[in-house]
């Protein structure tokens, strides 16, 4: 396929997630410097639209939120009912969407510029104990 650019973009903002990342049993931990190595489908079409944005446009920020949390949005509706959560001892990758909102605003706003940048909040609990 080939894209032809009609427009001279200066800059974009891409909302990526951390689903680049290969989900491993030894939890390895991953930073804006890491390669993204998915294995997905998913994972490997979100990697594709990133570097396709990175070649096209000489200012890029790629934002990778974790999973989104908020007043709406808790993770234990998803494992509601369900046994047996995969690695217990794994870190909990988890960032509020009012952090992800604030780091949006501050790009815009040009009050934070990086190529990448990893929306994850701190502390990680395991798995278990957030659960």
């Avoid at 491993?24 to 594709?48: C, F, L, Q, V």
């Avoid at 446009?57 to 790629?62: D, F, N």
């Avoid at 959560?85 to 870190?91: E, F, M, Q, T």
Wanted: glycine share 4%; with cysteine.
């Amino acid at each position: 396929m080939r894209i032809v650019q009609v427009y001279e973009i200066n800059k974009v903002l891409f909302i990526s997630c951390t689903s680049v990342f290969e989900d491993r049993e030894d939890i390895p931990t991953y930073d804006e410097n890491s390669i993204p190595n998915a294995t997905s489908n998913n994972g490997k079409k979100i990697i594709a639209a990133a570097q396709l944005v990175q070649e096209m446009v000489s200012q890029s920020t790629i934002i990778r939120p974790c999973g989104l949390t908020g007043e709406d949005r808790h993770p234990i509706k998803i494992l509601a009912g369900r046994s047996g959560v995969k690695s217990p001892n794994a870190p909990v990758n988890l960032v509020n969407r009012d952090h992800v909102n604030s780091i949006i605003i501050k790009v815009v706003a040009g009050k934070l510029n990086a190529p990448i940048i990893h929306a994850v909040s701190e502390p990680h609990a395991s798995r278990e104990n957030y659960y």
